[in-house]
Antibody, heavy 122, light 104 residues
């Protein structure tokens, strides 16, 4: 059974950092691109970042470029998001999503986790 | 790049619901659709314009031409009440703003 499970969310102050993790199982992790998508309370879906199967291609939304860094560890079958200089507008439920294909442009997200909540507030 | 969806659509049970997603030359790209029920994660219901993942009922179908992708739900059921999001690629992943489908 394919599963992606996020962790690492929490309440942090503006300007601080947080690292999200996503543990994958049930599929060959290094065959597929992976993505982070967030959803602010009561709002729609916003793509945050994606990484290709081998980590060679990475994309970021303009809203997080220069502050967030996506990475993956094949041995640990895990996806990560290092979030620096956090702002109140980064408050959201962060989902990890498996892509149907290997590239960042593979937009079909066929499996989603339950999300991890990040709250940025003083 | 922007994908525009109507904020809300209403449909009577058993009728056909259509949810549109508009974007510049969207028909030249692949579109996907996701369903999200309250308190749950999004679920892929249509990919590559008109393909259904296994387990998605046949009443869900998709089309994409010109500037508009359309999700059609035939014989809408109460359980289909949810938020629906379209998605496409234009140098990055783009989601539409979402449409709340009410079945009344």
């Amino acid at each position: 059974e394919v599963q992606v499970v996020e962790s690492g969310g929490g309440l942090v102050q503006p300007g601080t950092s947080l690292r999200l993790s996503c543990a994958a199982s049930g599929f060959t992790f290094d065959d597929y691109a992976m993505h982070w998508v967030r959803q602010a309370p009561g709002k729609g879906l916003e793509w945050v970042s994606g990484i290709s199967w081998n980590g060679d291609t990475i994309g970021y939304a303009d809203s997080v470029k220069g502050r967030f860094t996506i990475s993956r560890d094949t041995a640990k079958k895990s996806l990560y998001m290092q979030m620096n200089s956090l702002r109140p507008e980064d408050t959201a439920l962060y989902y990890c999503a498996k892509a149907y294909g290997a590239t960042v442009a593979s937009i079909t997200f066929d499996y989603w986790g339950q999300g991890t909540l990040v709250t940025v507030s003083s | 790049y922007e994908l525009i969806q109507p904020p809300s659509v209403s449909v009577s049970p058993g009728q056909t619901a259509s949810i549109t997603c508009s974007g510049h030359k969207l028909g030249d790209k692949y579109a996907c659709w996701y369903q999200q029920k309250p308190g749950q994660s999004p679920v892929l219901i249509i990919y590559q314009d008109n393909k259904r993942p296994s387990g998605i009922p046949e009443r869900f179908s998709g089309s994409n031409s010109g500037n508009t992708a359309t999700l059609t739900i035939s014989g809408t059921q109460a359980m289909d009440e949810a938020d629906y999001f379209c998605q496409a690629w234009d140098s990055s992943v783009v989601f539409g703003g979402g449409t709340k489908l009410t079945v009344l």
